[in-house]
């Protein structure tokens, strides 16, 4: 891949090791925007539109709070997005984003 800059919020935490679990760096979602995040926001655009700042890391808000981002899901259908979504992004596995940051 070639060379890009992205702003990065300087609270968040430093990428961990690939494999590690996921901290809430960011960087993946700032560098790109994921299958998921293109399908439902038709863009590749970064960094993606559902990425939440949470004052100490950053959150997948198609996880955290889908109704947020898609205005014509019922209410009832929140929790079995949020579990989808959850699996389609791997959330909770290990780190598997090998991008190399330079500061
Ligand atoms: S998957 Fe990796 S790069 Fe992406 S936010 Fe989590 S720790 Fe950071
Ligand atoms: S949809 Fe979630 S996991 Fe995918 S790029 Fe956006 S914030 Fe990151």
Same mark, same amino acid.
């Given at each position: 891949m070639a060379a890009r800059t992205i702003r990065i919020h300087r609270e968040a935490p430093a990428q961990p090791p690939?494999? $590690?679990? +996921?901290? =809430? +760096? &960011?960087v993946c979602c700032l560098v790109e925007t994921c299958p998921a995040g293109r399908m439902l926001f038709r863009t590749r655009q !970064?960094? +993606?539109? $559902?990425l939440l700042w949470r004052g100490f890391r950053y959150d997948c808000g198609l996880v955290a709070t889908p109704a947020d981002f898609i205005g014509w899901l019922p209410a009832m259908l929140a929790g079995p997005a949020q579990t989808l979504f959850h699996r389609w992004i791997a959330? =909770?596995? &290990? +780190? !598997?984003c090998d991008i190399e940051l330079e500061h």
């Open positions: 690939s494999g $590690a679990p +996921c901290n =809430g +760096c &960011g !970064d960094p +993606c539109p $559902a959330a =909770g596995k &290990g +780190c !598997d």
